[in-house]
């Protein structure tokens, strides 16, 4: 009986032996399936991190393009504003009209002072009188007009006194020049 019992054994040791191998088998693939829906999982969470840093990097990218943009902005706002007389600095603006007149040579005179409202601009309207020799006021024409400021010119009267003297006298006569114009007023 010896050989039947030689040949239980490595039938059960066979049956352990393959069940043994079964059951690691399947922790193998278990442990892989594990460890891939582990790696799956972080890749996911990888990626979602990867996409709010790029997302992140974007926007902070869009800001500063929007802050130099909003720089460039201000500054060609303060250059427009620059054209325009604000409402505090209306009696600034007419005494610069004023010490123009009087660089110029010219007796100035502001005769009528007026804003105008526009839905969609605001403008004062002035009416100013200059009394000198043409080459003065033609000086201070010029120099009216070519002021830092949006004037657009309404009316222009240039009179020569009646006095009749010397031809030398002539060359000094006296001229009185009446300009109607507006100019931008900042809101």
């Not at 009316?155 to 020569?160: E, H, P, W």
Request: hydrophobic fraction near 45%; glycine fraction near 2%; aromatic fraction near 6%.
């Amino acid at each position: 009986m010896q050989p039947e019992h030689s040949e239980k054994i490595p039938r059960t040791k066979t049956k352990s032996l393959f069940a043994l191998v079964f059951v690691l088998n399947l922790l193998a693939i278990a442990g892989v399936a594990f460890l891939f829906i582990m790696i799956r999982d972080k890749n996911e969470h990888a990626s979602i991190v990867n996409n709010d840093l790029e997302r992140a990097l974007t926007e902070k990218s869009d800001m500063q393009s929007l802050q130099k943009e909003v720089s460039a902005i201000e500054a060609d706002s303060k250059t427009l504003n620059s054209f325009l007389v604000g409402k505090d600095n209306v009696v600034a603006f007419l005494e610069s009209v004023d010490a123009l007149g009087k660089t110029t040579g010219c007796e100035t005179k502001v005769k009528t002072v007026e804003e105008i409202k526009d839905p969609k601009v605001s403008k004062i309207h002035l009416v100013v009188s200059a009394n000198c020799p043409w080459s003065s006021l033609h000086t201070f024409f010029s120099a009216l007009l070519s002021i830092p400021y949006k004037i657009e010119l309404k009316n222009a009267s240039l009179v020569a006194s009646l006095e009749t003297e010397s031809v030398q006298a002539k060359a000094k006569r006296a001229w009185i020049g009446t300009f109607d114009f507006t100019v931008l007023e900042a809101e």
